[in-house]
């Protein structure tokens, strides 16, 4: 059984720092492409970021988040972590952690596994 369960999520004011973390385990993680989705309430959900599979994985961003956030993986410890740094109030939504074993570009419909989200809410 396949599960990602995400974790860092909290309340912060806007400038402030979060680290996202996602563990994965009944999957062959070092395979996977690694996501970050995101959905803000009345908003669709929004890719964010990404990391192929390799150790050192080729990193996709979401424009808004560019020089702000940043994804990493670590294949031994199936562990994928999004750093937010610079928050504002258009980072508040709930943060997805996901899985594709090929993912062409950025669309949700390739990742086959979804955690259950963690909530970010910035205070402006």
């Known amino acids: 059984q396949v599960q990602l369960v995400e974790s860092g999520g909290g309340l912060v004011q806007a400038g402030d720092s979060l680290r996202l973390s996602c563990v994965a385990s009944?999957?062959?993680?070092?395979?996977?492409?690694m996501a970050w989705f995101r959905q803000a309430p009345g908003k669709e959900r929004e890719f964010v970021a990404s990391i192929t599979w390799e150790s050192s994985g080729r990193t996709y961003y979401l424009d808004s988040v560019k020089g702000r956030f940043t994804i990493s993986r670590d294949n031994a410890k199936n562990t994928v972590t999004l750093q937010m740094n610079n928050l504002n109030s258009e980072d508040t939504a709930v943060y997805y952690c996901?899985?594709?074993?090929?993912?062409?570009?950025?669309?949700?419909?390739?990742?086959?596994?979804w955690g259950q989200g963690t909530q970010v809410t910035v205070s402006s």
């Open positions: 009944g999957l062959g993680f070092s395979r996977y492409t």
């Open positions: 996901a899985a594709a074993f090929f993912a062409p570009d950025d669309s949700d419909t390739y990742y086959n596994y």
